[in-house]
C-alpha cells in the first residue's frame, strides 16, 4: 500500500499497492459484468464489452501473481501490462491494455522507483495510457471511453499535490461526471440512451483505486440501457444493429515480428477492409514487438491475410456477429420457469448441506472440487425465473463469468453474489425475503453477504512464510479472509486469537462452522471465550463437516 505521513501526502509506495488494484479491479468488473454488457451499444450492440473487460484485467492479475513477491514497482506494473496486451478481447479489451502499458512506461520512467510516489505513478501512468489508447484506435470518437480516461489524466495532473486519496478519489469522480457527458458527445449514445459501456469499464478500475488506498468503496448508481439481463438484445429479433458498424465479423490475432512501417500499411489495409480497427503492440523487450490487432469485417479471411504477409500470425479468433445475436435470443421451444425464485449455494460438507437446505436454498456440493458446468446444470434444475448464485470462492471468476453466459437467458436472470465463504452465504441466506422484488432482495443480500467478516482455521501443509511469521508443517493458521494473521501450534490457542482478532472492530454476532477435523476442546475454547471477554455477543455453532477447514467463523 502507499505510506500515508504528514498532512495526508504520499511519499513513497510499495508494488502490493498494483497487485491489490489489479485484483480488486477484477472483482469490481466481475460485478458489473452484466451492467456493462448491457451498455454496450457502440460501435456495435454485441453486449460483450464487460465480458471482454473483465477477461482482459482478469488476465493482467493472474500475470501479477505469477511476479516474484521481492518484485519491484516497475517489474510488477510491466508483467500486468503484458499480461493484459497477451490476452486482450475485443476492442475494449485493448484499449483497457493501453492504460495498464501506460502505468508501466510510467513506473519506467522514474529513475529510483524506492523514491516513487503514487502521484507520479496514476499521473504519468493515466497519460501516457491515454495517448497510447488514441493512437491504438483508428478513428478516435468523442464520447467513447477515450475521452474518460483522458479527463481522469487531467484530472490526476491537477490534483498532483493532494493527498494519494484525494487525488485517486478526484480521478474517480471526475470520470464518473464525464461518463454522464457521454450521450451528449455521441449520438449514438444519445440514441440509446445509454452512457459508453468502455467508460463505465474505466469508472470500475479508477474506483477501485480508490477503494485498496482508501479501504471505502465508491457507490455509484445503476447505469441502465437498453440491452437487458446480461447483455440478451432488448429490441425486435426482426431489428437491424443500431450502431455505426454494418461489418459481420470481429476479427483478432496476433502478429509477431512485425516492423513500424508495415504495422501502418496492415492500419490502413484493415481500414479499408472494415472499421472499429485497433493494432497495440505489447510492452515487452525482445527481438521484434508482438501486435494485437482487432477490426470489425465482412471479410474475415482478407483481414487474416492482411496479417500473414507481414509476420507470423497466432491466436486467430473470428466471432459473427449474426450468429453471437441468434444464439442470444430466446429458444422459443423452451418453456416458461414454473417457479419465480431460487437461490443455489455451494457448499462442503454434509452438515452444511442441511444447514443450507433448511435455510432455503438448493445446495451444490462441492467437497470434491466444482467444475462450470456442475454448477450451470444446478442452476438450470431450480426452473426459475430469478436465480441467485453463491459459489462461495469455489469458481473462479473467469468461470464464473462462462456460467453466467451459459444460464442467462430473456426467461431467466441470475445474479452471482460475490461471496467468499459459507459464512457470507448464510449471512445472505438469514435476509433472503421471496416477497421482496427480485432486485430488492439481491441487494439485502449482498448487503448482508458484504458486512460479514470470515475468518478460517486451516493445518499447514508446508513450511511458508506468512504475514504472522514463519509457519511450519502441522502448525494451524488463523486467516483472515485470504491473510494469515494467526500461528499456533495447536487448534485452541489458534481458535481463540483468530476470534480476538476478529472482535477488534466490533460485533453483534459470531457464526462458527465446525470442520470434521475440528477438536472439540477448541469449540468450547471459543465457546468459553465468547462468554467471558464478549458476553453480550451471540454465538452460534454449527457442525458443518467440511474437510477443507477447521473452522469457519463470521462476524457480523
Same mark, same amino acid.
Given at each position: ?24 479491479? @477484477? ?30 484485467? !482478469? ?102 499535490? =493532494? ?31 445509454? /452512457? ?80 472499429? /480497427? ?46 453471437? !445475436? ?21 457448499? +462442503? ?8 437446505? =433448511? ?41 464464473? @463469468? ?16 460475490? +461471496? ?15 416477497? #421482496? ?9 449482498? =448487503? ?89 455477543? #451471540? ?18
Amino acid at each position: 500500500m502507499a505510506s500515508v505521513f504528514d498532512g495526508g501526502l504520499t511519499r513513497t509506495m510499495n508494488p502490493q499497492l498494483l497487485r491489490d488494484w489489479a485484483h480488486a479491479a @477484477v472483482e469490481g468488473l466481475d460485478g458489473l459484468r452484466g451492467e456493462i454488457n448491457d451498455l454496450n451499444v457502440f460501435p456495435i450492440p454485441d453486449s460483450d464489452t464487460g465480458s471482454n473487460m473483465l477477461f482482459t484485467m !482478469a488476465a493482467a492479475a493472474a500475470a501479477v501473481d505469477e511476479v516474484p513477491d521481492d518484485a519491484g514497482i516497475a517489474a510488477v506494473a510491466r508483467k500486468m501490462a503484458d499480461g493484459a496486451v497477451a490476452q486482450a478481447r475485443g476492442n475494449s479489451g485493448i484499449i483497457l491494455s493501453q492504460i495498464l502499458v501506460g502505468l508501466a512506461d510510467a513506473a519506467e520512467l522514474v529513475p529510483d522507483e524506492t523514491q516513487m510516489t503514487f502521484n507520479q505513478l496514476w499521473s504519468s501512468g493515466l497519460r501516457l495510457g491515454s495517448l497510447a489508447a488514441v493512437r491504438a484506435v483508428s478513428e478516435p470518437r468523442e464520447g467513447t471511453v477515450l475521452t474518460v480516461i483522458r479527463i481522469g489524466a487531467e484530472t490526476a495532473a491537477v490534483n498532483f499535490a =493532494e493527498s494519494a486519496g484525494d487525488l485517486a478519489r478526484a480521478v474517480a469522480d471526475d470520470c464518473a461526471e464525464a461518463l454522464e457527458r457521454t450521450p451528449e458527445q455521441l449520438p449514438e449514445l444519445a440514441d440509446a440512451g445509454v /452512457v459508453d459501456a468502455g467508460g463505465r469499464g474505466f469508472l470500475a478500475l479508477a474506483d477501485a483505486m480508490v477503494a485498496v488506498l482508501t479501504g471505502v468503496a465508491q457507490r455509484r448508481r445503476r447505469y441502465r440501457g437498453i440491452l437487458l439481463g446480461g447483455g440478451d438484445p432488448g429490441h425486435q429479433q426482426n431489428d437491424g444493429c443500431s450502431g455505426s458498424s454494418e461489418m459481420d465479423f470481429e476479427v483478432m490475432y496476433s502478429l509477431d515480428g512485425a516492423a513500424g512501417d508495415q504495422v501502418g500499411s496492415l492500419r490502413e489495409t484493415l481500414n479499408e477492409l472494415g472499421d472499429s /480497427v485497433v493494432i497495440v503492440g505489447d510492452s515487452s523487450a525482445g527481438e521484434g514487438e508482438r501486435f494485437s490487432v482487432h477490426v470489425h469485417t465482412c471479410e474475415p479471411g482478407k483481414a487474416v491475410e492482411a496479417g500473414v504477409i507481414r509476420g507470423p500470425v497466432t491466436d486467430i479468433r473470428i466471432s459473427c456477429f449474426a450468429l453471437d !445475436a441468434i444464439r442470444s435470443q430466446v429458444d422459443t421451444a423452451e418453456p416458461p420457469p414454473r417457479h419465480k425464485r431460487a437461490v443455489v449455494a455451494v457448499v +462442503t460438507g454434509e452438515g452444511a448441506a442441511e444447514l443450507f437446505s =433448511e435455510a432455503g436454498a438448493v445446495v451444490l456440493r462441492a467437497d470434491d472440487g466444482l467444475t462450470p458446468e456442475a454448477l450451470v446444470d444446478a442452476i438450470r434444475a431450480t426452473d426459475s425465473a430469478h436465480v441467485v448464485v453463491m459459489a462461495n470462492g469455489k469458481l473462479a471468476s473467469q468461470d464464473l @463469468v462462462t456460467v453466467t453466459a451459459a444460464t442467462r437467458s430473456t426467461l431467466r436472470s441470475v445474479v452471482f453474489l460475490p +461471496t467468499s465463504s459459507m459464512v457470507q452465504c448464510l449471512s445472505a441466506l438469514a435476509v433472503h425475503d421471496a416477497s #421482496e422484488s427480485p432486485d430488492a432482495d439481491t441487494y439485502a443480500m449482498a =448487503e448482508a453477504a458484504a458486512g460479514t467478516r470470515w475468518g478460517s482455521l486451516v493445518r499447514a501443509r508446508a513450511k511458508i512464510m506468512t504475514l504472522a511469521g514463519t509457519c511450519e508443517v502441522g502448525d494451524v493458521l488463523g486467516l483472515i479472509g485470504s491473510d494469515v494473521l494467526v500461528i499456533a501450534p495447536d487448534q485452541t490457542g489458534a481458535a481463540t486469537a483468530l476470534v480476538d482478532l476478529m472482535m477488534t472492530t466490533g460485533g453483534e454476532m459470531v457464526t462458527v462452522m465446525a470442520g470434521s477435523q475440528v477438536d472439540d476442546a477448541a469449540l468450547d475454547a471459543v465457546e468459553l471465550q465468547m462468554r467471558r471477554s464478549y458476553a453480550g455477543v #451471540e454465538l452460534a455453532v454449527y457442525r458443518t463437516g467440511q474437510s477443507d477447514q477447521l473452522l469457519q467463523i463470521g462476524v457480523e
